[in-house]
């Protein structure tokens, strides 16, 4: 071997070295963080799990779900707008917490803040009541309107401006009370501690025991697929709650460790096990990639910033 070819193997060899030391081996170098900002057991961290495991077989290392809760899934925004840009922490959030939340809140980001690897579902959102509630929304409204006072749980500001819109119309007189999960919307609503509440979809666990009713429908995309045939929100009072569920990250991530996450997302939303697991909740999954997702959420942000 001649002495230019040996030193080009050792640059080739020392570069290497240097590479993997400074973190620039391929993606990742280690365990990945997934926040998921809801309680533990609701819709979001549902989904979460089964494509935090699904990704991991993918990308070759253990993906770890930690739940941080609060403010209708922003302070987990927040929290990962605050982590390194390097892929390592992602977050699975919902899309009202990149767009209508932090305008309600007076929060200082948006969906451009964030780069989008894509959309994994539609929470089925609805108002729902506890067996011993009424059984139609127009019977709910009338017992409200006679009875003022009535307990509503929300999960973020945006599931409170709900009703809030609604109740105007309605003349209804409520008492508002956050909740950080849907989780902790079932046991307070079969308690008997509240009234009435806005589920993002944990409900349809309950509907075949009867312990809960869905009174409303407030997507504006069709029907429920637990229960079809509802009234909606959208032709009632011209409002909805549309949400999805989707993974993201901070907005300067490198384009290589997007590329490689949105390859391990589109496997994990497309797998078996995660179609399973919708089906059981009665969820549809709605796959969109990064730039269609960036693209709509991006809208829905400046149409609400223009409507306000």
């Keep these: 071997m001649n002495l230019r070819k040996m030193m080009f193997l050792a640059i080739v060899v020392i570069a290497t070295a240097l590479s993997a030391a400074c973190g620039g081996g391929s993606y990742p170098s280690g365990p990945v963080t997934m926040m998921v900002p809801f309680r533990a057991g609701g819709g979001t961290d549902t989904q979460g799990r089964v494509i935090a495991a699904e990704m991991e077989a993918v990308l070759g290392q253990p993906v770890n779900v930690v739940n941080n809760t609060g403010a209708g899934g922003t302070v987990g925004v927040q929290e990962l707008l605050a982590s390194e840009a390097d892929g390592q922490t992602v977050g699975f959030v919902v899309s009202s917490a990149t767009t209508t939340s932090p305008v309600l809140q007076g929060l200082d980001y948006g969906p451009s803040d964030l780069k989008m690897i894509g959309t994994a579902g539609t929470f089925q959102v609805a108002m729902v009541v506890g067996a011993e509630g009424p059984d139609t929304w127009d019977e709910w409204v009338a017992f409200a309107k006679a009875n003022p006072g009535q307990k509503y749980m929300f999960l973020g500001p945006d599931a409170r401006l709900t009703m809030q819109q609604i109740a105007e119309q309605e003349g209804i007189e409520l008492e508002y009370v956050a909740a950080d999960g849907g989780a902790a919307i079932a046991p307070a609503l079969l308690a008997g501690d509240i009234d009435i ?36 929100s959208m032709d009632m009072y011209g409002v909805a709650n549309d949400v999805q569920s989707l993974l993201a990250v901070p907005a300067d991530t490198p384009d290589d460790v997007v590329d490689a996450l949105a390859a391990a997302f589109k496997t994990a939303v497309e797998s078996d096990a995660y179609a399973e697991v919708m089906a059981n909740i009665q969820f549809p999954v709605t796959y969109a990639d990064g730039p269609t997702t960036q693209s709509t959420l991006q809208e829905q942000y400046e149409n609400f910033i223009a409507n306000q």
């Excluded at 509440?197 to 409900?203: D, L, T, V």
């Excluded at 009713?213 to 637990?226: E, F, H, I, P, R």
């Design 197 to 232: 509440a806005f589920s993002g979809g944990i409900h349809s666990r309950f509907l075949e025991t009867g312990e809960m009713k869905v009174l409303l429908n407030l997507n504006s995309t069709g029907d429920l697929m637990a229960t079809p045939g509802l009234p909606t």
